[in-house]
Each structure stands twice: as structure tokens, then as C-alpha cells.
């Protein structure tokens, strides 16, 4: 079974989030970055339980410069087979499917994996949009994964109220989500393995993005907090619908 | 300008967030000056249900009464969408974005060649003729501003995002059929398991109670649905108390769960750690309940009570049956 992972990397989650350039920049100054939580302890941790019980390779693939290289290597200590990483940085979720699309579409994977989203853009949109463009089935959000055979997805996806099992026969997509699996630290010999594992740059294709950011803005912070005395609990609930106009 | 708005039904009853979504198109065209709202909905509905949508700004619906969109295949109901969207001449596209939205929104962003604002929590400006489009971006720690400039637009809405507005308004209703077959559904549906009994489901619910390690074990948590279930909320949790099962895991909200933005998020017992606020920081209104007054969670709380739980939940829960008796 072939397998293909998208990993990218994403601002740590305890990263101070500032902006330059008139706040039209993302200002990755001294900012540590991480590989994407849902890419790396769901969709790349199930591949790889995957291909331990079919067969087959497990590549990941990154759309983004050289920076990305040490996230990439990680994926690789984790237990992937190689890595392929597009050299372009994508302006939205559209030029980072595309690339990935344009790339997988002579390869014959039978199954792209991809996180829930990433946790700098929000965008949820780019295994969506691989599907689309390769015309594939896509299950959106799996928090579980069975492959009883090579040929075969059963995965569980979470709707509003309830939880979805659903099938479809490979080749497909699917976005991975909290269940699928669980984190995995890279140990010894698999970082001594990865880097003699091959990670093959590839130049991109021209490609032009759909949608664009004028300019980002921090949310005002909350005034300070109006505390309210234990003994009159009660004029919380007060509060709630005189002040705040909540309930 | 000629907007659709593509309406989510479970078994035919439309979600809220559909008529969120609804009312939020309905308001875009107020602004732009488009011609009119058309709904589209897919699959089986009654007859009433699918006319009523005129009281929520559809001057028109289009419904695909036809039994094979009673399952959900993700391509198959892009293909048909994409199918109104050339019929009407629609400009811009309005879905909510919920689980099906997610699923079915980039697929369309590809099909029509249309940038896609996925999870806007604002109405569009104009910028010359472009829309300009609010999302939360890094985890609700920014908004981006995003522009929207394509010959035909999408935006997914974020749940709880805008409300509903229903007027006295009525439509006109006509079939469609999009040449969408049973060969276009490759996704089978094997079972579905109904998980938060009657309350709201979390991430469309308007009021949210949760509770975190504080509460001590999953014994006490009789304290919190008391409180839930006086003031009609849904419940949530931090992500030890999913881990260790004190609560089921639909519950876990934050970086790791799920992201929600209710009008009330009241955090028992909860840290405020910061990847527990990514799941929360967009509420309208947060209550953090918590016994130490240096918990993290004061600093992005609009009300606080520092106090033992297991003392004020129950006053609590009592204050708002009071003031329920006072406001039937
Ligand atoms: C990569 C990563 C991802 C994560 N993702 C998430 C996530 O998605 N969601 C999430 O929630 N966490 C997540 N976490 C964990 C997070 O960092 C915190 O550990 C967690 O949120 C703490 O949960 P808690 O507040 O319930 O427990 P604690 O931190 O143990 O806090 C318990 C609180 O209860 C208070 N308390 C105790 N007794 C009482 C009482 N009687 N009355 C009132 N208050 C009382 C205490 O003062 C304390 O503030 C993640 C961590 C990492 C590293
Ligand atoms: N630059 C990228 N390179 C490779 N995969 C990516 C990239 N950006 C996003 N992805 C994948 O797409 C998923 C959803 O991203 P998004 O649509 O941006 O939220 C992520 O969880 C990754 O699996």
C-alpha cells in the first residue's frame, strides 16, 4: 500500500503571535515552530500503523522552504520512508493542495492523509481540495481509521451530535483528527535512521493562489475580569442577563 | 450579484447553523445589493419545512427532492451544488462551517475556481468590488482579514458566528435536478451513533458548561449537568478529564478537541491552560470558576468567582432556576 502523509509546520502553540509589515506579515522572529499537532500524532502515526499491518511505504509531503527541514527530518525519525517537499512557500490552502495534487497525481497512492488543519491558518480546506482536484472520495475529520484489506477505509467521523462510520475503497483522502492514534516520540535509532532516508525537493508548479490576506489584527484583549463574591453567586446569573446579555 | 446558500438537514430538519448561514447570505445581499437569496437544499425534506425557508431571506429555494443525497458523499454533493451555482449565476456562495461544510467547501472552492474564506466570523466589507472577509486565524489568538476577489466567491460561516433572523418573508420553491447519479456517491455509510442525547450539539450550542480536573472525579460531575441542564447548556471539558474518561471525548474542547465560540463558556475548575483557550478564547462571554484566584484562565475571563466549586455550583444552579421561574 502506498501511502502519502501532508505534514507542515505551524507556530508552537505557547508562540507569542505578532505581525509586521503593517500587520500583513506573520513575524516568525525568534518563534519556534512544530510539526502540525493533527499531521504528525494522527495522520503520519496511523500511516505508519497502517503499512506495519499492509505493507508498503509511507512519504510524507511538504509544500514550504528549507526551514522545513528539521520538521520534515522528524517525520522521517517517527518511521515515514521519505520525504518529498516542494520548494515553494503556497499562498493559501488552494496553492498547497495544488502543488500536493500536481505531485501525487502520477503516483498511485492509495491513501493521502492529511490533519484536521493546521493550527496557524485554520484553513481545514487542503485535503478537500487534493480530493477535488485528483477526484477522489474524502472523509473529512476521521477520529478512527480501520483498513481490514489493502483496498478498503472504514473510518469513524464525528458530525454535529453524533459519530459517523462510513466506507469507501481506496484510492482516497481523508483528514485526520483526534482518536485516529496516539503521539509517538521519535526514539534513538529511528533519528539515527532518518537522515540517510531520502527527502527529494521537488521545483514547484505555477500555480496561482485563490484567495489572499489583506491584513491580520489581534483581538482586543478582554477587559479585566469583574470578580463576584462566593457568597452572592447569585449575581452572576444577574449579571449574565442585565450586563452581558447572555442568557 | 446573486448569492447561494447551500442548507444542511438532518433526516429534513434544517440545521441552525444552515439558517445562520441563511440569514447571514440574506444580509450580505442587503449589503451588496444582490438580487435575491437562493437556498439550496438536497435530498428528502417536507414540503412546509423547505417553504418556510422564506422567513429566514430565501427569495427562492431550489430543492433536489431525490433520495440519493439522503446519504452524504462529499463529491457527489459538491457536483450538484457546483450545478446551482452556474444555474442561478451565483457570485458568492454561503455554507456554514460545520462538519458537512468542511467536507464539501474546498471540494466546491476547486470546482468553481472560487477563493474560499473557510470559518468567517464576520459580515464582509467592500473593498472596490471585492469582499473583504473575517476569519480567526493561530488558534483565535488573530483575525486575518481576508479578500475575496474571484468571479464567484465562497464563505464558510463559523457556527454561532451570526444569529438567525427570521422575518415574515416567503419564497417560491422549484425542482432541481443535477445530473448527479448513484455512481457520483462512493462513500458508504455503515452506521450512525447518536452521541449528546438531547442537549445542542457542542459545537452549535449558544451556552457551554465545562468543567476540568478541579471537579475531582467523574462522580461530581452531577454538579456541572445540574448547572447545564437548569440553564439549557451543553457541556464540555479539558482534555485530561477526555483522557482519563471521566468524560467521553466529543467533549474535549481546545487545540487538541474541538474549537467552539458560544455566546457563554463557563470553565469549572479549569486551568486556563493556553491550549485549552485555543478551543474557547472566541467566546462572547467567559465565567472561569476556579478555587485559586492566580489561575491563568482569570486573565481572559470577563466574570470570575474565586471559590470551591463543589460550593457555588449548586448556588448557582438554584440562581437560575429562580431567575428561570422569573422569566417564563
Ligand atoms: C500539545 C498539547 C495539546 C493540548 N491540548 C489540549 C486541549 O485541546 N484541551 C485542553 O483542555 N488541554 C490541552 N492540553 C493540556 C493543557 O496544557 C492542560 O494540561 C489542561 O488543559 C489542564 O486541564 P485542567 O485545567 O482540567 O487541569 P489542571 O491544570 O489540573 O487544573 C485544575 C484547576 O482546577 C482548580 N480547582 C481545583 N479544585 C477546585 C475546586 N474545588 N473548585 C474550583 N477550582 C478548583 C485548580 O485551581 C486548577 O486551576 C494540551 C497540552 C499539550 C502539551
Ligand atoms: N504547506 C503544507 N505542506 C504540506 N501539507 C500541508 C501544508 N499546509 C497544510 N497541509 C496539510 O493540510 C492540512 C490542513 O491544512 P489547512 O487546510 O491549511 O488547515 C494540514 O493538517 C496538513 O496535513
Keep these: 500500500m502506498k501511502i502519502l502523509v501532508c505534514v507542515c509546520q505551524t507556530p508552537d502553540t505557547a508562540a507569542k503571535i505578532d505581525f509586521v509589515d503593517n500587520n500583513t506579515q506573520f513575524n516568525a522572529n525568534g518563534v519556534t515552530f512544530i510539526m502540525n499537532p493533527t499531521d504528525e500524532w494522527y495522520a503520519l502515526v496511523r500511516a505508519i500503523e497502517l ?70 491558518y485554520n484553513g481545514s480546506s487542503v485535503g478537500g481540495m487534493i480530493a477535488e482536484l485528483l477526484d477522489l472520495p474524502y472523509l473529512s475529520g476521521a477520529s478512527h481509521l480501520d483498513m481490514p484489506d489493502a483496498n478498503t477505509a472504514i473510518a469513524k467521523c464525528e458530525i454535529e451530535g453524533g459519530i459517523e462510520t462510513l466506507s469507501a475503497a481506496t484510492p482516497l483522502v481523508i ?57 452572592n453567586a447569585a449575581d452572576l446569573i444577574r449579571l449574565l442577563h442585565e450586563e452581558a446579555k447572555v442568557i | 450579484m446573486s448569492v447561494l446558500v447551500y442548507i444542511d438537514h438532518a433526516g429534513g430538519n434544517i440545521k441552525k447553523v444552515s439558517l445562520e448561514a441563511l440569514s447571514y447570505a440574506t444580509k450580505v445581499a442587503e449589503l451588496t445589493g444582490a438580487a435575491g437569496v437562493t437556498a439550496l437544499v438536497l435530498g428528502s425534506a417536507a414540503d412546509a419545512t423547505v417553504a418556510g425557508l422564506g422567513a429566514y431571506g ?49 471540494r466546491l472552492s476547486v470546482r468553481l475556481k472560487a477563493p474560499l474564506i473557510a470559518g468567517a466570523v464576520s459580515l464582509p466589507t467592500l473593498d472596490g468590488s471585492a469582499l473583504v472577509v473575517r476569519k480567526s486565524v493561530f488558534s483565535g489568538k488573530a483575525f486575518a482579514d481576508c479578500v475575496l476577489a474571484g468571479a464567484t466567491n465562497i464563505i464558510s460561516l463559523n ?127 467567559i465565567v472561569v470558576i476556579n478555587k485559586d484566584s492566580e489561575a491563568p484562565f482569570f486573565k481572559a475571563a470577563d466574570y470570575g468567582i474565586v471559590g470551591d466549586a463543589f460550593e457555588i455550583l449548586p448556588k448557582l444552579t438554584e440562581a437560575v432556576k429562580r431567575f428561570k421561574a422569573e422569566h417564563a
Excluded at chain 1, 77 to 93: K, L
Aim: hydrophobic share 40%; with cysteine.
Design chain 1, 51 to 120: 503499512k506495519k499491518q499492509h505493507g508498503g511505504t509511507v512519504t510524507t509531503i511538504t509544500v514550504g522552504g528549507a526551514e522545513n527541514e528539521q520538521t520534515i527530518r522528524k517525520g522521517l525519525a517517527i518511521g515515514a520512508d521519505d520525504a518529498v517537499r516542494i520548494d515553494t512557500n503556497a499562498a493559501d490552502s488552494y496553492g498547497v493542495a495544488a502543488q500536493i495534487a500536481e505531485y501525487a497525481r502520477s503516483q498511485n497512492y492509495d491513501l493521502i492523509l492529511t490533519g484536521k488543519e493546521t493550527i496557524d
Design chain 1, 175 to 231: 483528514s485526520s483528527q483526534k482518536g485516529m492514534a496516539e503521539q509517538v516520540i521519535p526514539n534513538m535509532q529511528g533519528i539515527m535512521l532518518s537522515r540517510r532516508k531520502p527527502l527529494t525537493v521537488v521545483a514547484p508548479a505555477a500555480i496561482n493562489d485563490l484567495a489572499s490576506v489583506k491584513v491580520f489584527e489581534k483581538p482586543a484583549p478582554r477587559s479585566s475580569v469583574k470578580l463576584i463574591d462566593p457568597d
Design chain 2, 58 to 106: 430565501a427569495t427562492h429555494v431550489l430543492w433536489a427532492n431525490n433520495p440519493l443525497f439522503d446519504n452524504f458523499d462529499s463529491g457527489a454533493f459538491t457536483k450538484a451544488i457546483a450545478e446551482a451555482a452556474a444555474q442561478t449565476g451565483a457570485n458568492l456562495v454561503v455554507l456554514s462551517h460545520n462538519s458537512r461544510g468542511k467536507a464539501i467547501a474546498p
Design chain 2, 159 to 285: 457556527p454561532n458566528a451570526y444569529s438567525v433572523a427570521k422575518g415574515g418573508g416567503s419564497c417560491s420553491v422549484s425542482a432541481f435536478s443535477p445530473s448527479v447519479s448513484a455512481a457520483d456517491f462512493k462513500i458508504t455509510t455503515v452506521s450512525v451513533e447518536k452521541q449528546s442525547g438531547d442537549a445542542v450539539p457542542l459545537p452549535e450550542a449558544e451556552l457551554v458548561v465545562s468543567a476540568g480536573r478541579g471537579m475531582r472525579g467523574p462522580e461530581n460531575w452531577y454538579l456541572v449537568e445540574d448547572l447545564a441542564t437548569a440553564l439549557g447548556a451543553t457541556t464540555a471539558c479539558s482534555r485530561p478529564v477526555a483522557d482519563v474518561h471521566w468524560r467521553p471525548h466529543h467533549e474535549h474542547v481546545g487545540q487538541t478537541g474541538i474549537t467552539i465560540r458560544p455566546n457563554l463558556y463557563i470553565a469549572i475548575g479549569i486551568s486556563g491552560a493556553i491550549q485549552h483557550l485555543a478551543g474557547v478564547n472566541n467566546s462572547k462571554v
